[in-house]
């Protein structure tokens, strides 16, 4: 499979002006990786905010992935097996074991290919240029891009109380930050459209400072040059929560708007 | 996990007048059940009618099922671990073990909960009755009735060749078949309607005579009688096929109009 994909890449003529496409190592990871994901973005966007999933088990699933923890307190950069959390204070800690997920997602992180950025570019300009390098939009991505960045505007959410609010009310009192002339790591995911109800279709990214004292749900970025890591994933794993407050909401609707308001560029 | 909806089952008053609850056996399957699932159903819509899965590997899956056969021929019903094929000119046969699938769902089965349906219904009237039994909308559910039936109208689609019509083109020219007094096996999913895009939400029905003459995708019915043994899945895996034909396929575009059309009831 791998390198199948790998010659559909080498064919698709993905050479950029401004970047550098570094040998296509052989992997000698699992055969078919796996992205286990823990609940719906559809339950998140209602409110489902209390999971049964501790970050313990998550772990046991993959060392790589992003999500958010109990009553939305934080963003998760799960990253080298350590799982963060970007607190709406502008705090970064490592979370307890014990500590839950009403949504994440995760892998055990493999890189099929690996290429270099130099120049600057956006947020947009990077995906654009992450989506040429993808001919197969219909799979799962798990993406990693150490990075210089000139500028990275993140936002982080407050731990909320019952009765829960829906996502998109919730998140106009989230935290911005904007970081300049920092050095970190993306945690990043693309989903395909078909995963629209169960996690977010397009790019989703984390983002944690090196030196650990920042990070958070990535707004915008302005990625001065960096090394990009790209990791196909053709199984995904979903685990449904069976709790009652999962139970409870109504997925039947068309969230994709408050999607887009939650998830989208929210610069200030 | 299986005790906790037990016991949410229990305290949801379910006897019907017509039905009479069998007590709940507990049993010995795997902790934590899983569905797998072989590529999408916006796919199929879309016309990726030729898939990688072997008979063989879905079996290593569940040995319950429903999907169809490379170019659509035929309806597949796996149960007891026997893979049937409904075909278009309205035999059964067994399929080979290397005979591929483009899109099926399967599991080991291992049902919760043992119920009997005494009384005539119609296909609306049994979802509506199975409906009652699952307090738990977020969840797939894998069910098998086994009924005396008053009459089963099935449709079977004949292969088909490229470059591929979209299914609700194709579903146009499907045989429709009508049996009466007939004994046999419904093969049935629920799927919550977050796995839009995956898979059916909703119920989704194949049919097998208990003499394996006759079935295929169920339009319509009126049981007589017959026993339900119902297995909530709490886990989805999904399998992405990793050929040109699924990676080409648009799956951005809301089929969910198509899906119906295919789908629902069409008696003639």
Redesign the interface.
Known sequence: ?KN??ASIFLLSGIAHAQTQLLPVLPQPSAPDP?AYQYS?I??LLAGAYDGDLSVNQLKSHGDFGIGTYNRIDGEMILVDGAAYKAKSDGTVVLAGENEKTPFAIATSFSPNYTRTITATTSLKELEEQLDSQL??????YAVRVEGQFKQVTTRAISPQNKPYKPLAEVSKTQSVFNFTDTSGILVAFRS???????NV?GWHYHYLSNDKKSGGHVLGLTLANGVVKIMPL?????????NEM??N?D??VDRSAELKAVEGERKK
């Open positions: 499979l199948l994909i796996v719906t559809d339950a001919p197969n939009k219909n799979l799962f395909p459209a078909f995963s629209k109800g169960i279709p053709s199984n995904i794993q979903v685990k449904i929560p069976t999962f139970a909401t997925q039947a």
